[in-house]
């Protein structure tokens, strides 16, 4: 009889109370993991150094190819008439009798009357203009008298993509092909949305990619197949610059240098969710971002993209405010650095005062409401008792409002 009683009272609490997953979670205690697991990685990182996208300009404009100029030679024409050369008027680039508008090939060098093709790569204008001089006095020109004027820098035609505010094609003089200047023509980076700067070029390159970015380049260097190798391009190169890093960047001033052809893409912050499993209060709920596309993420947030958010903001933002719904604690399912699946557990009560007991909410991890023996009990008080003591008062008063109800 007495086994009997016993089984009936815990059928009872059973269909009363629910079944419950085990009480005991696994999952590394949140206090024994290293500090770096609740250091904010947004709140005390690098903004780039925008300036480390300029180039240095030099004090003088030198002379390069595809820059054109504009050469005055003084008595040119009765020179080449006693010569018997043509005269100015009928030479190409020459727009009056002392006056040649020439750009310089790829080489730096320019066609002049007398002197033939010359070499000012390198030379600034006053360095050319006594060049020429030199040049003309030996033996063409007496006392000759010359001037040099820049017409119009060389360009360099580069596309901008991305996050900014008028993606295209731009042409950035000479001295100003760089990002900077790209992204400034290209009217500005959305800096709400901007994660991270990549330059693409064609020409094989020196560049060496950050650490993270080389063990990525092997693995998937592994995995091409033949077939995908032969419409590769080895000499494709990608430059990534992040805005934000927990260490300062530095540039190397080749990398910021634009040439023709050049593509700078400035990329989006990717979207960065964690989730939580478990019953949400929709009155406590808080999202970040809100969109259309976030009813696609069921139980997932938006992690915010200017601040840290540690495992009690999170269990908060999920809605875990009521005393009696709320866990006490909680097991973080993380993809750690080598791949694997980690267990964490944070117990929220220590946390709340405790820095060693939290840690900070990454992309990707998925939270799970622990069904540890104080929560249990507290549901369970919370089921029976009312009901122990209500459920009398409810019923007389049925009867009292209602009799006819009663058969």
């Avoid at 190819?65 to 040119?76: G, Y």
Wanted: net charge negative; proline share 9%; aromatic share 6%.
């Amino acid at each position: 009889m007495f086994r009997f009683s016993s089984c009936a009272v815990s059928l009872s609490i059973v269909f009363v109370v629910g079944c419950y997953a085990p009480l005991k979670s696994p999952g590394i205690p949140a206090s024994t993991l290293p500090d770096s697991f609740r250091t904010p990685t947004k709140r005390f990182s690098n903004d780039l150094n925008f300036a480390m996208l300029t180039q240095p300009v030099p004090a003088s404009y030198r002379l390069g190819p595809k820059d054109r100029i504009q050469v005055e030679i003084a008595d040119l024409n009765p020179r080449l008439l006693r010569l018997g050369q043509p005269v100015p008027e009928n030479l190409p680039g020459v727009s009056s009798p002392n006056l040649v508008q020439a750009e310089l090939d790829e080489s730096g060098r320019v066609l002049l009357p007398l002197i033939g093709s010359v070499t000012l790569k390198g030379k600034t204008l006053s360095e050319a203009r006594l060049q020429l001089i030199s040049w003309y006095a030996d033996g063409y020109l007496d006392d000759p008298k010359v001037s040099v004027m820049l017409l119009a820098p060389a360009t360099t035609r580069v596309l901008v993509l991305g996050e900014v505010a008028n993606p295209g094609v731009y042409e950035l003089p000479k001295y100003e092909n760089d990002i900077a200047h790209a992204i400034a023509l290209a009217g500005g980076l959305i800096l709400e949305s901007a994660d991270e700067i990549t330059v693409h070029r064609r020409q094989a390159s020196e560049h060496v990619l950050p650490a993270q970015y080389q063990a990525a380049a092997e693995v998937a260097k592994e995995a091409v197949s033949p077939a995908s190798e032969e419409v590769s391009h080895p000499n494709m190169s990608v430059v990534r610059i992040p805005l934000r890093s927990p260490l300062p960047v530095e540039l190397p001033a080749a990398d910021v240098v634009l040439e023709n052809g050049n593509v700078v893409v400035v990329k989006k912050c990717a979207e960065e969710t964690f989730f939580v499993v478990g019953l949400l209060n929709p009155n406590g709920l808080v999202r970040f971002n809100l969109g259309r596309d976030n009813r696609d993420l069921g139980n997932g947030f938006t992690l915010p993209k200017d601040r840290d958010v540690d495992v009690v903001t999170a269990v908060a933002m999920a809605g875990y405010i009521d005393p009696i719904d709320s866990p006490t604690t909680v097991t973080v399912h993380r993809t750690g650095p080598d791949g694997n699946p980690m267990l964490i557990r944070v117990d929220l009560i220590q946390a709340r005062y405790n820095r060693d007991e939290n840690i900070m909410v990454q992309a990707g991890d998925i939270i799970y409401l622990n069904p540890d023996p104080a929560w249990w009990c507290r549901r369970t008080f919370d089921r029976i008792v009312p009901s122990v003591f209500t459920a009398p008062y409810f019923e007389a008063m049925q009867r009292w409002i209602n009799p006819g109800r009663i058969n």
